[in-house]
């Protein structure tokens, strides 16, 4: 793929591939600029790919504390509002994900993130958090989908913590 289509495409290749041909012609023997400080420029590009990808971490992480909150407390006032907000949260996520984000993202990380988020706000009014599984219940690809459905991944997350320990 050509590199305009590939920053069309996916920007967060585009951005790593391109750090990765800076730094090669940082080590290349080629007589460049004095002042062309590649080794920056190749970084900067980089943490531009980055961004994206800590965008669609940190929309995940809201997007799963808002559903660890409906499955809380799933007669609350506030459930209308969570299931909102877990949606749009999912749609922007998806929105931004690209392919080459797999590898890349953390899902444990995420998870930990939303549980403590999560635990935070609850137990600012007083409420506990159920007891939640150690590794992130849901599938990446799931929250990632364009039908990513915050109501039915709730609901799935309070089946599996009803659902007995498997042994």
């Known amino acids: ?3 305009s289509a590939l920053y069309d495409e996916d920007v967060h290749a585009w951005a790593l591939h391109q750090a990765r041909v800076l730094r ?6 080629l007589r460049l600029p004095n002042d062309l400080d590649l080794e920056h420029v190749a970084e900067e590009i980089e943490d531009l790919g980055n ?3 800590f965008q669609v971490e940190s ?3 809201q997007a799963l504390a808002h559903l660890i909150k409906i499955v809380a407390l799933p007669e609350d006032q506030a459930v209308r509002h969570w299931a909102r907000e877990a949606r749009a949260f999912l749609r922007t996520a998806a929105r931004r994900y690209r392919p080459s984000m797999r590898r890349a993202v953390e899902p444990a990380k995420i998870w930990a993130w939303a549980c403590r988020d999560a635990a935070d ?3 600012a009014d007083g409420h506990t958090v159920p007891a939640l599984p150690r590794e992130m219940p849901v599938a990446l690809e799931d929250l990632v989908s364009e039908e990513a459905d915050a109501r039915a991944l709730a609901a799935r997350l309070a089946d599996m913590l009803r659902a007995p320990p498997r042994t």
């Open 1 to 3: 793929m050509d590199q």
């Open 24 to 29: 090669g012609l940082a080590t290349a023997g």
């Open 51 to 53: 961004e994206q990808r």
């Open 59 to 61: 929309n995940l992480g």
């Open 121 to 123: 706000d609850l137990g």
